[in-house]
């Protein structure tokens, strides 16, 4: 009797989950755009520079590159002293939700990545064979000093 009672709760129990699976109730899609420039605009600080699995270039200090991402779709790259004067690559950047992708155009170069969130501060980006840049980018937001 408890081995039916048991098994009848099992089927009623999987045939709950597989119906909840398939009951056709569209999912949210992500939309990474606040991820990338927080409403307004974000400041990343590069961290690493990576070939394959190799750490070509490591950024302990505030003398690295930076990217910021503003909400109308424009990004800055440079050095902190080059963004504070005003000098800066500038350009702009699109971004694919669907499937992770993001693409910065500067007026001469265009980079292509997938990204990545792994820690909700730390964005990784891995060129895509369509990249003129062809290093991985890790990326950290701008430290509290």
């Not at 991820?35 to 990343?44: L, Y």
């Not at 693409?103 to 730390?122: A, G, H």
């Amino acid at each position: 009797m408890k081995i039916s009672l048991y098994f009848s709760q099992l089927l009623i129990s999987i045939g709950l989950f597989l119906s909840a699976c398939a009951a056709g109730v569209p999912t949210e899609k992500i939309d990474f755009t606040y991820a990338f420039c927080d409403g307004n605009s974000k400041v990343w600080m590069l961290h690493k520079v990576k070939l394959g699995e190799s750490t070509i270039q490591d950024f302990q200090k505030l003398d690295g590159e930076f990217l910021i991402f503003y909400l109308s779709g424009k990004v800055v790259q440079g050095k902190l002293q080059d963004l504070a004067r005003g000098k800066g690559k500038i350009g702009a950047y699109t971004l694919d939700n669907e499937n992770g992708y993001v693409t910065l155009q500067f007026p001469n170069e265009k980079w292509d990545f997938s990204f990545q969130f792994s820690f909700e501060d730390k964005l990784e980006l891995y060129p895509t064979t369509e990249s003129d840049l062809k290093y991985s980018l890790e990326l950290i937001p701008f430290p509290e000093l």
